[in-house]
């Protein structure tokens, strides 16, 4: 098996949403920057869990955040003749702001700026060992017939569960009760102005009752289907317990994933009028919303954030 050795000033474990502009930065303010992924692009939920609609970057008519992750946004839109929403009205709904992104542009978007920026990518690698060094950190990792070590000053975690503050042996929060999970999927192949909304409701809540639909399968089961049906139940599913903390709860997280959208898939297909409904597109994975989280030097509260609160170190 090849075994590698590199040096670098930072190393970032974890290319997703926050991952990769860390390493972007490190690279761009001159330092020598490697970034771990264990996938096989960036982006993260962004891309691979396909939460695909970014946000918020604008509150109350004014931008509040901007930086690298909002140039790579913009870029992709831009990329996909896209369109952003008027941040100067106040909408009804939050998520009027949210912005639509094409996650495979915005990940190839976010590979060329750390190309562009010098960072070493280094996919399909996981860490297997962690220790302190006089200088920094020895990070060993494990990828296809290779493995690598790493010499580093600074290590940044952005794993999304703290994978790496938890192999180091450091303080890690976990809520008793975490958010569900989502597989992001969208189905299609029906005319939905040619269904009968009493008719698909009453299918509907007699799917609930005989188990044909269990508890997740509708993330609001007391809405009316015909809506789910509209928008090809997109981010409409809920799984929980999702948990991406360890690979076994990872496959089973989704697996739950999958197996619910077959009970979605087949329950649609008996519908009148639904025949020949089809999954359009559906994520390779399950989305986790909440594992561990990193206990820092200062933990933001609710307060901070609603208030817009700016830090001295800001």
């Excluded at 869990?49 to 913009?74: D, K, N, R, Y």
Aim: proline content about 4%; hydrophobic content about 35%.
């Amino acid at each position: 098996m090849e075994h590698v050795t590199d040096n670098t000033d930072v190393l970032v474990i974890g290319g997703g949403t926050t991952g990769t502009i860390a390493a972007i930065q490190a690279s761009r303010f001159g330092e020598r920057t490697a970034l771990v992924e264990s996938g096989s692009q960036l982006g993260g939920v962004t891309t691979t869990g396909g939460v695909s609609f970014p946000g918020l970057f604008h509150a109350w008519g004014q931008q509040i955040v901007a930086g690298i992750g909002w140039e790579l946004v913009t870029k992709a839109v831009a990329l996909d003749s896209g369109q952003l929403p008027d941040f100067s009205v106040q909408p009804p709904r939050h998520w009027w702001h949210q912005i639509r992104i094409n996650g495979p542009v915005y990940a190839a978007l976010a590979e060329e700026a750390c190309l562009q920026s010098g960072v070493q990518l280094h996919f399909y690698e996981i860490p297997t060992e962690i220790s302190e060094t006089e200088k920094g950190w020895k990070v060993e990792t494990v990828g296809k017939s290779m493995r690598r070590t790493i010499m580093t000053k600074q290590l940044i975690d952005c794993t999304g569960g703290a994978n790496i503050v938890g192999m180091i042996g450091l303080p890690r929060l976990r809520e008793e009760e975490t958010q569900p999970g989502t597989l992001i999927f969208k189905l299609g192949g029906y005319d939905i102005e040619s269904l009968d909304d009493e008719s698909i409701q009453a299918h509907f809540s007699a799917a609930i009752e005989d188990g044909r639909l269990q508890h997740g399968d509708v993330s609001n089961p007391r809405g009316r289907f015909i809506n789910f049906l509209r928008s090809g139940g997109e981010n409409a599913q809920h799984v929980f317990e999702a948990d991406a903390s360890t690979s076994d709860r990872h496959t089973k997280t989704n697996i739950a994933g999958r197996q619910s959208l077959l009970r979605v898939l087949r329950f649609v297909r008996s519908l009148p009028g639904c025949e020949n409904a089809c999954i359009l597109k559906a994520q390779p994975e399950t989305a986790v919303r909440e594992t561990y989280r990193i206990v820092g030097e200062v933990q933001i509260t609710h307060q901070d954030y609603t208030s817009g609160r700016i830090f001295d170190d800001a």
